[in-house]
């Protein structure tokens, strides 16, 4: 996984389009319908656009130190699991995120880029898929 290419496309679409909140959840409510009514109160959309925001962090840090975003998807898991979210949708969500960015980066996404990125989704689904840290503590796979 190649830290840079994912950096690079978060800072293209950023440059491109700015704010992604619209793209990205009208996306993930065409895939799952169903999702759509759990953000029935959020009528300004900030609550999507926090949400959002902290993808990118967690991405970003996931990316590089991993200080907390392995961490972070696994009690964002286990606390959405109160919210009636399945934990395949935090992959799906970041398919979506990925897809979008793709979308919006065009010609300039490269197939590097799009490695890097399925490496990084593959590794993030890991800790979804894995929401309890002292089980995930004993597999060192996708540790730096």
């Not at 909140?21 to 999702?35: D, H, I, S």
């Not at 959002?52 to 699991?81: G, K, N, P, S």
Request: glycine share 6%.
């Amino acid at each position: 996984m190649d830290a840079n290419l994912i950096e690079r496309a978060l800072e293209i679409a950023g440059e491109r389009e700015g704010d992604l909140t619209q793209k990205v959840y009208a996306r993930l409510f065409a895939a799952r319908p169903e999702m759509e009514a759990l953000f029935v109160r959020d009528t300004n959309g900030s609550v999507r656009g926090e949400m959002l925001t902290r993808v990118f962090e967690m991405i970003l840090d996931f990316i590089d130190r991993r200080a907390y975003a392995a961490q972070m998807i696994q009690c964002e898991v286990i606390t959405h699991d109160g919210y009636g979210v399945p934990p395949e949708i935090f992959g799906l969500f970041f398919g979506v995120v990925a897809d979008t960015l793709r979308d919006v980066v065009g010609a300039d996404w490269t197939s590097a880029m799009d490695a890097s990125w399925r490496e990084m989704l593959a590794q993030m689904d890991w800790y979804a898929t894995h929401p309890t840290q002292s089980l995930a503590a004993q597999d060192l796979a996708f540790q730096t």
